[in-house]
Structures are given as structure tokens and as C-alpha cells.
């Protein structure tokens, strides 16, 4: 029997390439906003959208990775700079532009927030770079994430729309300085710091479009109408926690939704938070 000959050293082989583990993280949630259906916030890899359609506006963002798509049979992307706007019952489908995924963030508006006139331009130029709209856009994001910040969210979500219709060619801007309105808007936000008003109702009262309101208001005072009720709430939590009264009852009874929101607010606007800022109180002298 012959000897075996000695086994040859292999080449070592390459190291193997793994794709990423499949990833499917999602939230979704149905704000208290007129004319958001929805809000949903997705991380995917390893997975593609076939064609489908929605009987609502898509308005999306990309915060990581890249999406490409098909929308009237022409393929489209969405790099970083960009705001899509896909229209309602149009099919459209979506995969990542690479192995790692994308991590989006959608809103579904109510096909009413821009019409079925532009429904058209909008398939004809989805894709929309401009930086403001994109920024506004994240914005809304953060306005619609926690409760108790409807009239920001309706104020941003209103100068959105008005953007969203410069750029598909519908322009209704009023841009003159109006105010008068600007006082009418203010005194109704007086008279509901703790109960709040929306955009739509105080534009109903005022007879105005909601647009032009927050466009007056912002014009005469320098600041937004939802920035000036926060303020304002701010102001009267910050008395009623001088008058020794918790932070939780005092949220509700300035106005905010709870504790966490009176919160958020008010340490960005006063730098410390509302139990920091109670602590850090002197009793009233007594009067001599």
C-alpha cells in the first residue's frame, strides 16, 4: 500500500460577506391634527414596498440611507436634501437604495390638504429640494410627536401646505401686513391660555385663512402664534409654582398637556425645570 502523501495547505478562503439582519422597526400613530391621517416612523433593511397606492398624500423624509422608487412608471430617489411627495391613489412602490436600509419618516395628510389639481404636478416632479420645506417638514415631526402641541403642529403643517403649492405652481400667498388681524388672533390666544384654540377655529372666528393668520401675526409681533401661547403658559406656570404648588398641578392648570410637557417647554425657556425652579423659590415677604 503506498504511503498518503501529505494533504497540501488550502488557500485560506475569503471572508464571507453577510448581509445585514432584515430590520423592520416602525412607529405609527394617528395625531390629534386636522388633516394628518397619520404619522409613521420606519427603519427598514432587506425589505422592498411593491406597487401600492393611498388615499392620502405622502409626505416623506429620509433621515438615513436612501430610497429609491417608481412613480407613473418613471424611477425616482431620495437623497438626503430632498422632500417626496408622492400623490393619493397613484401607485408607487419603494426599496433601499443599498444593503443598509433607510430610516424614513412619513406623514399621510389628508387628500383635502392640497386638492386633486395637484395631483398632476405632483407626479410630474415628486422630489422637491428645499431646504426650508425639509427642516419645516422635521418641525412637524417634532410638533406632532407628544400631545399637547396642536396649534404648532397646525400652524407648521399650514405654511407646509402653503410651500408645497409654491412649488407645484398654485400660489395663494397674501404677503401684505394685516395688524389689525394680528391683534384680533392675539386677543383670542389671551383668552385661551389654559383651554388652547386651533388654527382652524381662531381663523373661522377671524375670517381669515389660516395661512395668512399666522403669516400676520408672525409679521407684527416677530413671533409665532404657537410660540406665544407657549409663553404665555410658561409665565403663568412660573406664578403658580412661586405660589408653592406642584409641578403636576400646575401643568394642567397652565394649560399643558402634563407634567413632561409643561416640562419640555418650560426648561427651554427658562433653563430649569419647573421642580428645580420651585425649589430654588423664596416665600413672598409679608407686607409691612
Known sequence: MAPRQPRRPQPAAPPARHAPHARQEVSAWRPRVPGVVEVFHAHFTGYAYPMHVHDAWTLLIVDDGAVRYDLDRHEHGTPHDTVTLLPPHVPHNGSPVDPRGFRKRVLYLDAGVLGEDLIGPAVDAPDLRDPVLRRRVGQLHSALAGAG???????????????????????????????????????????????????????????????????????????????????????RARRLLLDGRPPGEVAVAAGFYDQAHLTRHFRRLVGVTPGRYRAGSRPARPAT
Open 149 to 235: 402641541d396642536e396649534l404648532e403642529a397646525d400652524s407648521r403643517l399650514t405654511l407646509i401646505g402653503e410651500r408645497l403649492r409654491d412649488h407645484l405652481g398654485h400660489t395663494e400667498r397674501s404677503p401684505r401686513p394685516d395688524p389689525a388681524l394680528a391683534g384680533r388672533l392675539r386677543e383670542l390666544l389671551d383668552a385661551s391660555v389654559v383651554q388652547g384654540i386651533g388654527l382652524e377655529e381662531a381663523a373661522r372666528i377671524v375670517q381669515a385663512h389660516p395661512a395668512h393668520l399666522v403669516r400676520a401675526f408672525s409679521g407684527a409681533y416677530g413671533i409665532a402664534p404657537h410660540q406665544y401661547l407657549t409663553a404665555r403658559r410658561v409665565d
